[in-house]
């Protein structure tokens, strides 16, 4: 079986920047172990499938570890792929996910992903935490993940997190927040039990971060900046129980995947 391949780094203005997703486009579904198989094989935070669905798509997203319910810069990163083959004229694009239907649409010279609002609630600081982060947060929060806020903008870069420690914390991963110096908020992410160290950039979590943001600043648009090494730029608006995250995408490799029927 042949299967086109691409990878595109997705909340990136030019290639080597952002966060790298493989898109596989499928005829038919694979088998969840196929799909994991290809994800692993990969290595990279996230490996999405497509598959035709009436008007729309099917899509589902992998880490090389296990399968998750929803993935931002992976959407951003089939939908880039899309627009630039079989759905050239098309204005808008429909996802069927886990997390419910998914929407993408040019924006400039980017696009629009139509999400989820995540919202967290207050928690306690887990001791796995506490100790995997070295660092005290101001405030701890959870839903699909752990969200805790910083000092600074410098403290956050300044972090050195103990990985096999936060492979005790029970949700997905870890979302760490500050104020930023020159944008509204900055962030990183760590899930390295998905086999993820650090997300360079995180549209899932911004779904959290945006009506985080929202509420503390006032405002429903704001400007973000996840300081990974490799860095992502996000436009977000919360409107109502949607998150709106805007980007752009490069592609940097075409291909295909070899696999026996």
């Not at 966060?19 to 290809?38: D, G, H, T």
């Not at 630039?84 to 694009?93: F, K, N, S, T």
């Not at 701890?140 to 600074?152: H, R």
């Amino acid at each position: 079986m042949r299967i086109p391949f691409f990878q595109v780094d997705a909340f990136a203005s030019r290639a080597f920047e952002g966060n790298p997703a493989a898109v596989c486009l499928l005829e038919k579904a694979l088998s969840e172990a196929q799909m994991q198989a290809i994800a692993a094989e990969n290595n990279l935070s996230e490996t999405s499938f497509l598959v035709p669905e009436g008007e729309g798509f099917a899509l589902r997203w992998f880490t090389p570890t296990q399968e998750v319910e929803l993935c931002g810069h992976a959407t951003l990163a089939a939908a880039h792929v899309l627009f630039r083959g079989d759905c050239a004229q098309q204005e808008e694009l429909c996802f069927q996910t886990r997390s419910g239907a998914l929407w993408v649409r040019r924006s400039g010279e980017g696009y629009s992903m139509d999400f989820p609002a995540l919202p967290v609630e207050p928690c306690e600081i887990p001791d796995a935490l506490r100790e995997g982060l070295g660092a005290e947060p101001l405030f701890c929060a959870q839903g699909m993940d752990y969200l805790v806020l910083l000092e600074s903008e410098l403290q956050l870069a300044g972090l050195r997190p103990d990985f096999r420690r936060m492979l005790d914390l029970e949700l997905r991963g870890l979302i760490v927040t500050a104020p930023g110096e020159e944008l509204d908020f900055v962030s990183r992410f760590f899930a390295p039990k998905y086999g993820i160290d650090e997300d360079p950039v995180t549209g899932s979590a911004h779904c959290a971060l945006t009506p985080f943001w929202a509420k503390r600043l006032g405002k429903t648009e704001l400007e973000a900046l996840q300081i990974s090494k490799r860095r992502g730029r996000l436009r977000c608006r919360l409107q109502g129980e949607r998150v709106f995250l805007s980007g752009s995408a490069v592609s940097v490799i075409e291909g295909a995947f070899y696999i026996p029927d």
